[in-house]
C-alpha cells in the first residue's frame, strides 16, 4: 500500500484529532466529581465542627459513600476495566474494616482525632489508588495525609479550619486541576 | 520499514483505532460513548467495528447494564501493535518527503 505524504500528514492529523476527543472525553472520567464531592463534605463537616459540634459528620459522611457509589456506578456504565469491581471491593473493604478498628479498642478520644482518622484512611484508599491506576492520586494521598497530621499534632486549636481549607480545599483545587488542566 | 496497514487505515476504523488505543490495556469502551465522541452513525460504527473484530484488531463484549443491552469495545494486543506499526509508517512517509 502507498501513499502521498500529504495523506500520510492527513491521516496523522486525523489520529491526532481521535485522540484529543478520546482525551477529552475520558476527562469526564477521572476522579474530580469524587475529589469535589469529598473537599465540599470536608469544609462542612469541618465547618459544621467549629461552629455547632461535629454530630452531623456521619451523616455527611453516609450521603458522601452513596452519592460515590452512584457515581462509580454511572461511570462504569461508558468506561469499564476488568478488575475494577474488584479493586472497589478491596478499597469498600478497607474502608468499613478501618471504620470499625477504633471501636473495637474503645473509640476515638476526642472528635478531632476522629476526623483525622478517617480521613487518613481516605488518604490511605487515595495512595493506594494512585499505585495502581493515576499518581495524582498517590501525591494527594501522602500530601493530604501529612496535612492532616501537621494539623492534628502542631495546630489542634484551629484544627477544623486548617481541615477546611488545607484538607477540603486542597481535594476540590486538585479537582479543578485534574478537570482542565491534567493531561 | 513500517508497512501500512490498508484495514486500518480507512479513516473511520483509524479514528476507532486512535481511540481505542488511547485508553489503557483491557479498558472497554461503550459502544454509544465511542459513536457520540467519534461522530459516527450506529451502522457505519457497526461496520468498522466487525471488520475490526475479524481482523483480531479489536474484541466486543455483549452484556446487559441495569437490563440494558450493552456493546463494550477495547483494542486487542494485536490490534494496538497493528495500530503503533501504522502510525509509525505515516511518520516514517513524512520524514522521506
Known amino acids: ?183 | 520499514m513500517d508497512e501500512l496497514d490498508a484495514i486500518i487505515h480507512q479513516p473511520a476504523r483509524l479514528q476507532i483505532m486512535a481511540a481505542l488505543c488511547q485508553l489503557r490495556p483491557s479498558t472497554q469502551v461503550d459502544f454509544t460513548f465511542l459513536k457520540t465522541h467519534l461522530n459516527l452513525t450506529d451502522g457505519n460504527l457497526g461496520a468498522h467495528l466487525l471488520t475490526l473484530e475479524e481482523k483480531g484488531y479489536i474484541a466486543v463484549e455483549k452484556t446487559f447494564v441495569a437490563r440494558r443491552p450493552k456493546t463494550f469495545v477495547s483494542a486487542t494486543a494485536a490490534g494496538r501493535r497493528a495500530f503503533d506499526t501504522h502510525a509509525a509508517a505515516l511518520r516514517a512517509i513524512l520524514k522521506s518527503k
Open chain 1, 1 to 183: 500500500m502507498n501513499i502521498s505524504p500529504e495523506e500520510a500528514a492527513r491521516a496523522l492529523g486525523e489520529i491526532e484529532a481521535s485522540r484529543t476527543a478520546m482525551r477529552t472525553a475520558i476527562r469526564n472520567y477521572r476522579g474530580h466529581y469524587h475529589l469535589w464531592l469529598w473537599g465540599g463534605i470536608w469544609v462542612a463537616v469541618a465547618m459544621l465542627a467549629e461552629f455547632h459540634g461535629p454530630r452531623i459528620r456521619f451523616r455527611l459522611e453516609l450521603a458522601g459513600f452513596a452519592t460515590t457509589v452512584l457515581i462509580i456506578l454511572r461511570q462504569k456504565a461508558q468506561i469499564r476495566s476488568p478488575g475494577r469491581d474488584r479493586f472497589l471491593g478491596m478499597l469498600a473493604a478497607i474502608i468499613v474494616y478501618a471504620n470499625v478498628w477504633p471501636y473495637v479498642l474503645g473509640g476515638p478520644p476526642n472528635s478531632k482525632c476522629g476526623f483525622a482518622y478517617g480521613a487518613l484512611v481516605a488518604m490511605f484508599c487515595f495512595v493506594v489508588s494512585g499505585i495502581w491506576f493515576c499518581s495524582y492520586l498517590l501525591w494527594v494521598g501522602l500530601v493530604v495525609s501529612a496535612l492532616i497530621l501537621v494539623g492534628l499534632f502542631c495546630f489542634p486549636a484551629i484544627f477544623w479550619w486548617w481541615i477546611a481549607i488545607f484538607g477540603g480545599g486542597t481535594l476540590i483545587g486538585t479537582g479543578f486541576y485534574v478537570r482542565f488542566f491534567w493531561r
